[in-house]
């Protein structure tokens, strides 16, 4: 990412006489305040003596801390810069994806929790070997360890970046700086820890975000005057129904291959898992799932409308255009500090918005991969004491604090928009893990051999995809569209051959990735020999039949009213033909999912 110095430079000195004095202290507090948190829960209580306390907080959490933590833990700093980037240059089109995130977290709720929680998971790649065998769960770990220390990357070079060019503090100490703040409290405090900053950083969120969207609609003119300039600035989007998969949002690659992206994220991801493990009970767990929602729905109304009120103050005058900026993942901070310089503190809240974001995403991820190294990696190989197996998570999040530094110099390097590269690595690599799971939990007839395979040929899939298309791309970034524009997406006719592959928008990656894991798992399952029915452990596979069976029997059940003999003789009727039709479809199916083999 080459930037223009002279313009830098402009922008860094006009931005710099902004940050007050008040914009500092408020900023300090945000990080005094999560070293406290970290500090108090390591020298009270257990004092983290204990791996379980360490990693699963006692398994004690109650519901409302952990909805706000799961929903933090991936509402991180490129969330808070992309969206409303991406939403002031595009439209409204992304908020869309908020419909995904209805089965995105009721599957997890339903199905990946209850399973998790009642076979008494440390890590939830223990679930793989349970399923099939010890290889295939170090597979899975180690594609997750790569899919979060990549993802590191983005989460602190993000807000470095962003305090960079409001302050003019060298990028590299800024990174250097939140990669040690979070580091220090994860370690120190462990999961109790990340989860009450959690908690601490999304009120610090919502309220930085919500005082800059007020004041930016008072800047604009009122409430009124601001829907006028986006609504004639084209920037209120109607549903997309286009179905050409290379159009980057739609309302079928939002609404449809988010939900693939959300059950990575929710569903079988480790930072997520171990928030539900650490629940008092099972139905605790599936009810801070269920709260995840409204957070998620609050925070992305939030983003959006930021990315409209910036609209509504700039207009067709873009600052990016201007050459004011170098990229537009920089609109946000700019905003804040051109049009806020007026109120002193506010530029000071949303940087700490910013970090509390990016804080609480990494924590996360440290934790975590701190908890898969032990318990995946080290544990099954080496006996250690209690103590000496503690020490040694502490000091695996440390490294991993120094390894995720150091690829947010790659993150540096790399040409695109921080929200679609973020939804990109989890798609990419997260996309794999989920069809590994779903070929798991789904179908009995899955082996090992099929597992490893499929993970293998759905990483394939992912880096040829993911990186072809990004390679297809340079060096241009993704297009923005003109400010006068009524429209805010066009027909795009699917080019032929590999080019129309690479030109596949990143929110189908997920499921792109997964569903090869699953095909290319069967088949070679198939071709191997199949699991047996005794062979699968139990708990490990979901009863689809039986549930299908069960709901079929719940929609065509007569009801109560229909006691007259021609009623009952109308529903005999109908529920015979209907038994009928899907029989043909059951005996297929069953060859698949049965519960149990002969």
């Known amino acids: 990412m080459e930037v223009d110095l002279n313009t830098n430079c402009r922008v860094l000195s006009k931005l710099n006489k902004y940050f007050t004095i008040i914009d500092y202290v408020i900023f300090a507090l945000l990080l005094v305040a999560s ?101 295939v769960r170090i597979c899975g770990t180690v594609t997750f360890i790569f899919q979060m220390v990549v993802y590191m990357g983005v989460g602190i070079y993000t807000p470095a970046l962003a305090l960079n060019a409001v302050t003019g503090f060298h990028l590299w100490g800024a990174v250097l700086a939140t990669g040690l703040v979070c580091t220090l409290y994860t370690a120190l ?5 990340v989860v009450w900053t959690d908690v601490f950083q999304t009120v610090v969120m919502f309220t930085g975000q919500l005082a800059v969207i007020i004041v930016g609609v008072h800047q604009a003119g009122g409430l009124s005057d601001a829907w006028v300039k986006v609504r004639d600035g084209g920037r209120i989007s109607g549903i997309d129904l286009n179905p050409d998969p290379t159009v980057r949002h739609t309302f079928w690659t939002l609404g449809v291959g988010g939900v693939f992206l959300m059950l990575s994220l929710y569903g079988v991801n480790q930072a997520q898992v171990q928030r539900y493990l650490s629940s008092r009970t099972e139905k605790e767990a599936v009810m801070s799932c269920y709260m995840v929602f409204p957070c998620l729905q609050v925070a992305l109304m939030l983003s959006c409308l930021m990315g409209l009120v910036m609209f509504a103050c700039y207009g067709n005058n873009s600052p990016l255009e201007q050459q ?58 080496y006996s250690m004491t209690e103590a000496r197996a503690t020490l040694l998570s502490k000091m695996l999040a440390l490294s991993y604090g120094i390894i995720c530094v150091a690829m947010a110099y790659v993150v540096h390097l790399m040409n695109s928009s921080v929200l679609q590269a973020a939804l990109s690595i989890f798609g990419m690599v997260g ?53 006068n524009s009524t429209n805010t997406s066009e027909n795009i006719t699917v080019p032929a051959g590999l080019n129309g592959l690479y030109s596949l928008s990143y929110m189908w990656y997920s499921a792109l990735n997964s569903s090869t894991v699953v095909l290319i798992g069967l088949i070679i399952s198939f071709m191997t020999g199949p699991t047996k029915g005794d062979d699968v452990a139990s708990g490990t596979v979901y009863p689809v039949m039986r549930t299908a069976q069960s709901l079929l029997h719940k929609l065509v059940k007569p009801s109560a009213c229909c006691t007259s003999p021609e009623h009952t003789v109308r529903w005999s009727y109908g529920f015979t033909v209907k038994c009928i039709v899907a029989l043909g479809h059951f005996n297929v199916v069953k060859l698949l999912l049965a519960d149990r083999w002969s």
């Open 189 to 193: 405090g462990g999961l109790k820890a």
């Open 324 to 381: 004011y900026i170098t990229s537009k993942d920089q609109m946000v901070l700019y905003f804040v500090m051109d049009m806020l310089q007026n109120f002193p503190g506010l530029p000071g809240l949303f940087v700490a918005c910013l970090f509390s974001a990016s804080l609480s995403t990494i924590s996360s991820a440290f934790n975590s991969l701190a908890t898969v190294t032990m318990v995946d990696l080290i544990k099954p190989h």
């Open 35 to 135: 070293m406290a948190i970290g500090l108090y829960y390591a020298f009270t209580g257990g004092r983290q003596s204990t791996t379980q306390e360490f990693m699963y907080a006692d398994r004690s959490m109650k519901c409302l801390p952990l909805s706000l933590s799961l929903m933090a833990t991936f509402q991180s700093a490129v969330a808070i810069i992309g969206t409303p980037a991406e939403v002031y240059a595009n439209g409204t089109q992304y908020w869309f994806i908020g419909c995904c995130y209805i089965l995105g977290l009721l599957i997890p709720a339903h199905i990946f929790i209850p399973m998790f929680y009642r076979l008494h998971l440390t890590s939830v790649y223990q679930y793989l070997e349970l399923r099939f065998c010890k290889a």
């Open 431 to 483: 996309g794999p893990l989920l069809g590994l799971f779903c070929l798991g939990i789904f179908f009995p007839c899955a082996n090992s051999i099929g597992a490893v395979a499929g993970l293998a040929a759905g990483l394939v899939m992912a880096f040829w995809v993911g990186i072809g298309g990004f390679l297809s791309r340079m060096p241009s970034s993704v297009q923005v569209l003109p400010f």
